[in-house]
């Protein structure tokens, strides 16, 4: 298998503060990056895909400016929760994806990063 | 008509029973599947990737893909309580570019 980290695990925080969570390839080159969010008891929600040295690409009702992604090397990119409101508490998981490198080229996913804020 | 459609259930069973679990999806482009495990609070983890239609297996779990009915299954055979989680499935297609669509998740009860 592969394996993604995230850091941290978990994380509180004021209101109107910014929160900057990490995600890392620990043993491949991740040639694509996801950032998912989910509330409990429902399915992953696709936020942003970010392909290393590009600008990540957002969906559909996603707030770029609040949701800053970054990703900078082939083993690490970054989501930053700007200014955060307590809407934005959930569990943040990012996965990466490691094209055409065997049985790398597919999604493995970190474990997660819940943000309350308060 | 959502591309991936998969019982949220709760499914829930005896330790011991086998468990199917499946999904129906609708775009004949995808090309790879997948079966993720999600424990609560914790982010999911790959049990298995095939490709193209056929049968896969590892210990209690095997996997199978049918394409010509757009049809994919995990069969979890002897269930124990620790199989108790959300089982995702997902399939990625690289036509028109790279895309993984992922099913709702069905959350099982293995019951002791």
């Known amino acids: 298998g592969a394996v993604v980290s995230q850091h941290p695990s978990w994380v509180i925080c004021k209101s109107g503060t910014s929160v900057k969570i990490e995600c890392r390839s620990l043993?491949?080159?991740?040639?694509?990056m996801f950032w998912y969010r989910q509330f409990p008891k429902q399915s992953l929600m696709l936020m942003a895909t970010s392909n290393e040295g590009s600008k990540a690409t957002y969906e559909q009702g996603v707030e770029k400016d609040k949701f800053l992604i970054n990703h900078a090397s082939l083993t690490l990119s970054t989501l930053t929760v700007t200014s955060a409101h307590p809407e934005d508490s959930s569990f943040y998981i990012c996965s990466a994806h490691g094209l055409g490198q065997g049985e790398r080229d597919t999604q493995y996913f970190g474990p997660g990063t819940r943000l309350t804020v308060l | 008509q959502k591309e991936v459609e998969q019982d949220p259930g709760p499914l829930s069973v005896p330790e011991g029973a086998i468990v199917s679990l499946n999904c129906t999806y609708s775009?004949?482009?995808?090309?790879?599947f997948m079966w993720y495990r999600q424990y609560s609070r914790k982010g999911p983890e790959l049990l298995m990737y095939?490709?193209?239609?056929g049968n896969k297996e590892d210990g209690r779990f095997t996997a199978q893909v049918d394409k010509s009915s757009k049809y994919i299954s995990l069969f979890i055979r002897d269930s124990q309580p620790s199989d108790s989680a959300t089982y995702l499935c997902a399939m990625s297609s690289y036509t028109g570019g790279f895309k993984t669509i992922f099913g709702a998740g069905t959350r099982l009860f293995v019951k002791a």
């Open positions: 775009n004949s482009a995808f090309q790879y």
């Open positions: 043993d491949f080159q991740a040639t694509t």
């Open positions: 095939t490709y193209s239609s």
